[in-house]
């Protein structure tokens, strides 16, 4: 059967454990350095902790080695690989193919998606050099996806959730433009949240102020099927600078929708062990969430752009009707607001303005401010429900193994048995004199009793099997034996869990199908221009962070189109006529659009 991996983020080793708990397959999180998320750095401790912990489930855990490298950090960069190695870590997600170079450990390669993982040949050399994985480019159509699978043997990832960067994942260089914050560098200023100006070649405005290169959310939680048809085995969702909240939310989420799958069908199974039980309604408008868009799967690039606000809007949950001074009433929706809901609606201008509920009293919605802006007609969102929010804050999810149990007597006593859902097993024996029970009855029911409360462990029940005859037991002796199997079980468990390695590096000299590389192909390093002239690459420019740019050069790619947006596509019937060049500005910088029609891209360009 094939395996499905439900991937989570982590920013830190608490987000780690949660992930695992409401059901993650799998988590990657970053190290102390060298992660293309520099605000989400971790200790080596905590990714050792986390690995042992995921482990239990069979779960994996991989490091974000994902940045490119300069000359003076490979061997940082080695040693971390190797620091990962020795705390248990199941595989590198990496970007800069001078690693490759390296004398790195056995663990597994995963290809970033900022290596911009769009078409089969670049896949296909990347399996051929021994990587095991590649996260595909958020951008590809499920035809193209498909087209992937159909001319590689590689393991296929892609993220189905979450925060969109506008532009090709490291193809991206406006940040660094802007400030030198570079996002192949991890410490990208997300430049594409920001208001921009959008400006004609004749100096008209077209767009004032507005977000105009801000993207909704992704959320393919009801194409899973289709991508699973394509050819994806791991689903992939974004987040590791996000709260806890909603690391619990979107993965109890996404974990019930793939189960819902694997329930019908017979040539797929879960990716790691156990069963989570979740304690809450997950949905993910829940948590932070700017509007949903499935992202171009269908090949359709309309409607995925949020130009009003790059905030969390939240869950749509009524329209106005009437209003006063400090309350409104709703058209549906008013019966699930509570007193400390935070509302918001964009008022006439399209600015977000935020309320927080004070007290509802049938339709009407009391709230704590003023309400400049509201008018009947407009559509109420809820991104803080205060509910919801304390539901997440106990025990919000618990996963457990079945276990089955055997309890029978032996010539010397009693002994305890236990098998896992994995076939993991481990036994206590307890020599004692058998004392026969005066109550044989009570004395069958208090063993089954004690020896079924599992409580907090890690095991649920699955059958329990007495192969004795009644005797006295105290209730404290059965305790301590199940106890300590418990504790065996786990420890066994821990001991027999065997991680992936990756083969030597393969000597092929399978040729790259590019032989000239500009600067996005990211090549920062001695050791990735020694890997690539092996394989063919005979012209190689500096990285975009290696070499100042010049006038001209292109900072972003991107499938968002703001032509089309404004109704001015060439390849509709009657376009909108604009006075082109466009250009948009932002604090005195301005960049200049290009528009590649037979790809259907976007290109920002450096005046």
Partial sequence: MTPIELLAPAKDLECGRTAIDHGADAVYMGGPSFGARAAADNPMRDLERLSRYAHLYRAKVYLTLNTILFDNELEAARTLARQAWEAGVDALIIQDMGLLELDLPSLPLIASTQMHNADASHIR??????????????????????????????????????????????????????????????????????????????????????????????????????????????????????????????????????????????DLQRASSGRTEIFFTPNPCKTFHRGATDYLLDGDTHNIWSPDTPKSIGEEIGTVTQYGPNWFELAGGSDTINPGDGLCFFDEKKELQGLQVVRVTGRRVKVHLSLNGLRPGMIIFRNHDHQFFKQLEGVSAVRRLALHLIFRQTPNGFELEGTDEDGIQASITLPIAKEPAEKPQAAMDTIKKQLSSLGYSMFSLASLKLETKPYFLRTSVLNRLRRELITKLETTRAQTYERLTRESMPDSMVRYPVIEFDYSYNISNEAAREFYRKHGVSAIEPAFEVQAPEPGTVVMTTKHCLRRCLSACLLQKTPARLAEPLFIENNHRRFRLAFDCTDCRMLVVME
Avoid at 125 to 132: A, I, R, S, Y
Avoid at 133 to 149: C, G, M, P, W
Avoid at 186 to 194: E, F, H
Wanted: glycine share 8%; with cysteine.
């Fill in 125 to 266: 050399f990347l399996e051929q050099v021994g990587f095991h994985r590649v996260i595909l480019a958020r951008e590809l159509s499920l035809k193209q996806i498909s087209e992937i699978r159909r001319n590689t043997g590689i393991e296929l990832e892609s993220f189905v959730h979450g925060s969109l960067c506008v532009s090709y994942s490291g193809r991206c260089y406006l940040s660094a433009a802007l400030g030198g914050r570079s996002a192949n560098r991890g410490a990208c200023g997300q430049p594409c949240r920001l208001p921009w100006t959008l400006i004609d070649a004749q100096g008209r405005v077209l767009e004032h102020n507005r977000h105009l290169l801000s993207l909704k959310d992704m959320d393919r939680s009801d194409y899973l099927s289709d991508l699973i048809a394509s050819g994806i085995t791991a689903f992939k969702i974004e987040g590791r600078l996000k709260d806890i909240a909603y690391v619990k939310n979107v993965t109890a989420f996404y974990r019930t929708r793939i189960d819902t799958i694997l329930n019908t069908r017979t």
